[in-house]
């Protein structure tokens, strides 16, 4: 019997939060992305190079993102957190950016689990 990995996003994938917790779970992450060069750094630093996209996930091509099963994005809380200014979407910046999760998520169409 064969099984098929399932594979994952990580957008904003930081140092690889999602991508540990998602190996420990036999799940594979075929893409990733952040627009921090020191964060890109990192990561490929732990997982090889070319292991993560560098740059605005707004201006990469949906066409370059790879098909997945799960998409993990760990976008800027502070417009939506207490502490911060709670600017919500007023944050052009980053309280739209999950905008760009739903496009990805449209566009690429994951099998629902």
Known sequence: MTTNKLKAL????GISGFRLGL????IQTVWANDINELCCKVYESNFGKDSIVLGDINKISILDIPNHD??????????FSPAGKKLGVRDRVRGTLFERIIEILDQKQ???L
């Open 10 to 13: 990580e957008l904003f994938a």
């Open 110 to 112: 994951p099998d629902k």
């Open 23 to 26: 190996a420990n779970a036999n």
């Open 70 to 79: 799960i998409l993990t994005a760990g976008f800027p809380c502070q417009p």
